[in-house]
């Protein structure tokens, strides 16, 4: 048994653990959460306008951010009219984002994320005018938030919250960074998403496909039982859905969706078929070659 199994089997195991399955829910901290939540905007909202390069994006959902709220803090300081995030698990952490809305207001002036306006064909010095208005109006909404009193400008909400809050076609952009392929139920999700938003609105959102460290090859979860991938799973909700991409395809075109980016990174296949279990024998070569995708698709 090689020695990335036993660790998924390790963290299957503490997911059962009253106290110790924090460690297997944990998303990693990040060394740069606002660089990086910064790149998670600007880049998703460069795809929808790619998609539809008239329209404005002015409310917008994020699936799946989890504790750190970067990308749509950003989004409401770039000038973003409303934010709402919603994922399975209250993880949001107070402090966390607090420190991140102070590290933005005292990083931008200092030129500090010029090179990735830049990138972004922005001007670093109207982006600062911008963040410097609107940082205020940003920080009340985050205190609305952890004071209980969500404002419509800024919330945290749960799939359940969502489906019965969110009005039909509300919303402009509905984006996600690694966090569908942790989602069982694909097709509810793009089903919602189409729901939500409005005519001429985009979905964007980028999908890991490969086995998260659970087996010595990046597909090799395409090799497990369904039995040893429930132990594997352990006490979560979550880990991954298994889809390959031809899965997001379909889910696409049966929620209604038009594809405007489709996006497949490629990596080598180096498993044989015979090792692959009954329901992904079938797969094709596309399905066992794709690791990473990422998608815009709009609503007509």
């Known amino acids: 048994m090689n020695s990335k199994i036993i660790r998924a089997l390790i963290i299957s195991a503490l997911s059962y653990t009253p106290f110790l399955n924090i460690i297997a829910y944990r998303r990693s901290a990040l060394k740069d959460p606002e660089q990086y939540g910064l790149a998670i905007w600007l880049k998703n909202l460069t795809h929808a306008q790619k998609a539809k390069p008239e329209r404005s994006f002015s409310d917008i959902i994020e699936l799946g951010p989890g504790s750190t709220l970067g990308a749509g803090l950003w989004a409401r300081l770039l000038g973003c009219d409303s934010y709402t995030a919603i994922d399975a698990f209250t993880l949001t952490d107070s402090e966390r984002n607090r420190k991140l809305l102070n590290n933005i207001e005292q990083k931008t002036p200092r030129g500090v994320f010029n090179d990735t306006f830049k990138r972004f064909n922005l001007d ?160 094709s070569e596309t399905d066992l070659t794709t690791a990473n995708l990422l998608f815009t698709a709009t609503k007509q």
């Not at 109207?126 to 940082?135: L, Y």
């Not at 400008?153 to 969502?162: D, G, K, M, R, W």
């Not at 139920?185 to 729901?195: A, G, K, S």
């Open 124 to 283: 670093p010095e109207k982006i600062a005018h911008m963040v410097d208005e609107r940082m205020p109006h940003v920080r009340a909404d985050l205190e609305s938030l952890y004071d209980g009193n969500q404002s419509k400008t800024l919330s945290y909400v749960t799939p359940e919250q969502a489906a019965s809050s969110i009005p039909d076609s509300s919303v402009d952009l509905v984006f996600s960074h690694a966090v569908l392929e942790h989602v069982e139920n694909i097709q509810f999700v793009l089903d919602e998403t189409y729901r939500m938003l409005r005519p001429g609105g985009c979905s964007s959102h980028s999908v890991d496909l490969s086995s998260h460290n659970t087996h010595s090859e990046w597909n090799g979860h395409w090799t497990y039982s369904d039995t040893l991938w429930k132990v594997i799973c352990g006490n979560r909700s979550y880990l991954i859905n298994r889809n390959p991409v031809s899965q997001y395809e379909k889910a696409l075109l049966k929620s209604g969706f038009e594809i405007e980016i489709f996006q497949k990174g490629t990596r080598e296949n180096r498993i044989d078929r015979h090792n692959l279990i009954p329901r992904f024998k079938n797969l």
